[in-house]
């Protein structure tokens, strides 16, 4: 018989499409209930899990069921029997049911719930807009020996830092030179004591999760050869996904067109609609929810 995947391994798996790094910092995606060793022989998806969800997921006996929505969105004061989030996940967990979630990762995602709008509804020429930032990072700047520059970069990488994504591994260097003078005591790893040295460095710059902050200082560190090593640790906004879509609808489509569309595309019956059906339409924008805060993105895309 062949080696079921667990849990965590096959999440790892989609993780390369889906990437959960690239969630927003307030979302809980990821595994939410159960082992992540276990194996998952049967897996199921939904969009929300509900009571429905949970008996099927108990019927077919699910080892792991992925969600949209998160099951557990707030802290839980505990898992007591009944309706409601924390029922949900005591029976999911008593059944053996593991449950993760993608939610905002698969909004961003290539090929996920953004673009997935996009097509059913039919927009032409798409491309993103609207950033939605992350978890918090930070920028880490060392200054290192050029030929120590790969290990220390191998060190922090396994630590959790220089990931962008699904791309690990990922500096900057840039040349230079660093000047200090070694003192009474010290053990200098080039250079001599008692004078003003000028060694020839590289600066290599990588980002890490705030989360993993201790682990990958504590790992620059170890693999550093110099007694005292040299770094700067920054704030920082980057690497944001886009959530949104912007495109051309087919030629004469008006508002009213558009939302019948949308409601057929989308079993949706009569979507709500503001402003004037007649209206011909020369570029649309979509997000998933309820786009709230991106409608001055839409408007300057």
Request: glycine content about 12%.
């Amino acid at each position: 018989m062949a080696h079921a995947r667990s849990v965590d391994e096959l999440l790892a798996a989609l993780a390369e499409r889906v990437p959960l790094s690239r969630a927003a910092a307030w979302d809980p995606v990821g595994l939410q209930v159960g082992d992540p060793a276990a194996p998952a022989r049967r897996v199921g998806v939904c969009h929300e899990v509900t009571g429905p969800v949970v008996a099927r997921a108990e019927a077919d006996g699910l080892d792991l069921l992925v969600a949209y929505h998160p099951l557990i969105f707030r802290p839980l004061r505990g898992l007591l029997a009944g309706p409601g989030p924390g029922g949900h996940a005591l029976r999911l967990a008593r059944a053996g049911t593991a449950v993760a979630a993608v939610h905002t990762a698969f909004d961003v995602a290539p090929g996920g719930a953004s673009d997935a709008l996009a097509a059913a509804l039919g927009l032409d020429d798409v491309r993103g807009f609207a950033p939605l930032h992350g978890a918090e990072t930070l920028k880490v700047a060392a200054f290192v020996p050029d030929e120590a520059a790969d290990a220390i970069l191998d060190a922090v990488a396994a630590a959790g830092g220089a990931r962008v994504g699904n791309y690990s591994h990922c500096s900057f260097r840039s040349p230079g030179v660093g000047s200090f003078h070694a003192g009474r005591g010290t053990r200098p790893a080039a250079g001599r004591v008692g004078q003003l040295n000028r060694e020839p460095e590289v600066r290599l710059e990588f980002v890490a999760p705030r989360a993993r902050e201790a682990e990958v200082l504590a790992a620059l560190v170890n693999a550093h050869p110099y007694e005292e090593p040299a770094y700067d640790v920054l704030d920082r906004r980057g690497d944001a996904a886009l959530i949104g879509r912007v495109g051309t609808p087919p030629p004469g489509t008006t508002l009213g067109s558009l939302a019948d569309r949308a409601g057929e595309a989308l079993g949706a019956g009569s979507p709500r609609v503001a402003g004037d059906r007649g209206r011909t339409l020369g570029r649309v924008a979509v997000v998933p929810g309820s786009g709230s805060d991106f409608v001055a993105d839409a408007r300057a895309a």
